[in-house]
Each structure stands twice: as C-alpha cells, then as structure tokens.
C-alpha cells in the first residue's frame, strides 16, 4: 500500500507531547530497525508486510514525540492495534488517507 496514516497529539487545540515510550510499548516487538537520523523507525510484521514510523520528537526531549506519520501501513490488524494502544492512553488523532474518518484518543486525567 502506498498511502500514509497520521498520529498527532493534541491538548486543548494546541500540538502537544507524549512519551516515545508509549510508541515503543505499541509497536513491540515489530521495531526492527531505528535510524536516529532520520528520525525513522522500520515496523516489519513478516517479510512482505512493513511499515517506516516517522516520528515527530521534541525538538528539547527526544524521549517525546507529538506523534508519527507511518509510511506503505500494512493492512496488517496489528498496526491497527497498535493504533488503538496509542489512542487509548493519549489525547491524539489518527488521520487516514480516503473516506476514513479520523479516530480521536482521549488521555484519562
């Protein structure tokens, strides 16, 4: 597939930040590879079905993010999932491309 999900975070209409961690936690063990550089992690489920995670650190706290652009997603349902693990413990959004609505995360206080 050749289209891209979005994950930003947001509080009170402004970008906001959540741990990297929670990113890591999602995506375990199916993180592969990690170039620092580009910011880009490499998301494989078998060998025909991968995904690069782009991820948006704090530019001052690189264990941050505000979210992640996910580039070729896999119609595999454990990306989904890890989605849905995101979604649920921050206050984020994921855009899709096409007729998708975007899914919203609400972080509980």
Do not use: H, Q
Not at 12 to 32: L, R
Not at 53 to 72: E, K, Q
Not at 89 to 104: F, H, K, L, Q, R
Request: with cysteine; glycine share 4%; charged share 25%.
């Amino acid at each position: 597939m050749s289209f891209e999900a979005y994950l930003n975070c947001f509080e009170d209409g402004e970008e906001s930040y959540f741990p990297t961690s929670i990113v890591e936690d999602a995506f375990a063990p199916f993180v592969t590879r990690r170039e620092p550089e580009f910011t880009c992690w490499v998301v494989a489920y078998d060998d025909a079905s991968s995904a690069d995670l782009y991820l948006n650190f704090d530019p001052g706290d690189a264990s941050r993010c505000s979210g992640f652009t996910v580039a070729r997603p896999p119609d595999d349902p454990r990306l989904y999932e890890a989605l849905w693990k995101i979604l649920r413990v921050t206050s984020s959004v994921v855009y899709c491309a096409g007729e998708c609505p975007p899914m919203v995360g609400r972080a509980k206080p």
